[in-house]
């Protein structure tokens, strides 16, 4: 499986930051949970199937062939 999106570019992609030095202090704050753990690395490799939280929203990774609408 080599699909995958680190978690900073994940955040922006997602609309959660506006820029990567956001990215980073949220992260390093250990304001992120990849699969219900803390996670401190921007550089995580996320993968389809993945749930990342912030502030308790829940936001799935999708692979790039799933539909359009599916979520981020």
């Known amino acids: 499986m080599d699909e995958y999106i680190k978690l900073d570019q994940f955040l922006k992609l997602a609309q959660v930051v506006q820029t990567g030095g956001h990215a980073k202090l949220l992260i390093q704050a250990g304001g992120v949970l990849v ?3 803390v996670e401190t690395r921007r550089g995580r490799k996320l993968y389809p199937g993945d749930v990342v939280e912030v502030d308790g929203e829940e936001l799935h990774v999708a692979s790039d062939d799933e539909a359009p609408g599916a979520e981020v």
């Open 35 to 37: 699969n219900g753990e």
